[in-house]
């Protein structure tokens, strides 16, 4: 089965510092990827994606990431942090045969806090 | 467009009670899900719908769970007995069917069982 392993549970910064939060998935066919972010008490939102092409993605509020196939990895990144993405932040991922249609497998998040 | 709508936004019920959560996708969409999200398990896919038919309900915690969508703009997501062990925020998402489709998730319902 397809799973997505995001390592970092918690991740505490400084605001300015640069980010990066790991995700790996198990599926070596055709992929497609997501990041999602969830602040507080809010629900989720897309971040960024990758179908194809570049593999450099990115996204809004300056986010990127980096789709590397070899790693089975897409790693979220952005080079200073601010205040405001204090959040929780889901690593997605599905493909033409999970399960048909639309179906994301989600990671467990990582929750990010950024202190001023 | 409004986004995918759910309500209540907040239920607080005691345990035993039945608690129907509802959700309107995104006009358009031909798939929607419910997901549960709690600090303990994290977000959990409970069940999908393509064109208003059930195809993956294997999420769903048990019989007290039941989830339906009579037309492609409304679906519920119903327990019944309701336990405090429900207590968590529920999410409706919606999405067209491509596989590189996004989905947008609604803002929630947030169920407390007393």
């Known amino acids: 089965a397809q799973s997505v392993s995001q390592h970092n549970h918690h991740v505490i910064l400084s605001e300015a510092a640069s980010l990066e939060l790991g995700c790996n998935y198990s599926y070596g066919g055709t992929v497609n990827l997501f990041w999602y972010v969830q602040y507080p008490g809010q629900h989720l939102q897309l971040l960024l994606k990758y179908f194809s092409g570049d593999p450099l993605v990115k996204g809004i509020k300056g986010f990127e990431a980096e789709f590397i196939k070899s790693k089975f990895s897409f790693n979220l990144r952005k080079p200073s942090v601010q205040w405001s993405d204090t959040a929780e932040y889901f690593c997605a991922v599905n493909n033409m045969f999970s399960g048909g249609y639309n179906k994301l497998i989600f990671g467990a998040g990582t929750r990010l806090a950024v202190h001023p | 467009d409004a986004g995918v709508i759910q309500s209540p936004r907040h239920e607080v019920t005691e345990m035993g009670q039945e608690v129907t959560l509802r959700c309107k996708p995104i006009?358009?969409?031909?798939?929607l899900f419910w997901y549960r999200q709690t600090m303990m398990r994290g977000l959990e896919l409970l069940i999908y719908f393509n064109n208003n038919v059930p195809i993956d309900d294997s999420g769903m915690p048990e019989d007290r769970f039941s989830a339906k969508m009579p037309n492609a703009s409304f679906s519920t997501l119903k327990i019944q007995p309701s336990e405090p062990r429900d207590s968590a925020v529920y999410f409706c998402?919606?999405?067209?069917?491509?596989?590189?489709?996004?989905?947008?998730f609604g803002p929630g319902t947030r169920l407390l069982v007393l």
């Open positions: 006009s358009g969409h031909n798939s």
């Open positions: 998402a919606s999405s067209g069917d491509s596989s590189q489709e996004t989905q947008y």
